[in-house]
């Protein structure tokens, strides 16, 4: 779980990393005010929520598991954890 949210978090950064090596190339100060207005935060922002949600859909289709196979949920035997699984058994 803490790998999907740093993956996201990953993701919806990059618009400003991007932005932020843009302001650099071309010898503008990252720390400028004038250069971060709330208009370009609010568009980098969507950009990153657009980022966001390709990856999970992107996850989602990929991730190897069927939709044929039944759930079982996590439960404890013999006093261990056996972690949720798809399966038969």
């Not at 993701?11 to 932020?20: D, N």
């Not at 709330?38 to 598991?65: D, E, M, P, Q, W």
């Amino acid at each position: 779980m803490a790998r999907l949210l740093a993956l996201n978090a990953l993701f919806f950064l990059v618009p400003f990393a991007a932005y932020a090596a843009w302001l650099l190339a071309t010898k503008r100060r990252v720390t400028d005010p004038q250069d971060w207005r709330n208009r370009i935060i609010i568009r980098l922002s969507a950009i990153g929520v657009v980022f966001v949600l390709i990856g999970l859909v992107l996850l989602v289709s990929f991730s190897g598991t069927s939709t044929n196979e039944t759930y079982h949920p996590a439960e404890i035997r013999d006093g261990q954890i056996v972690p949720g699984r798809f399966g038969d058994e």
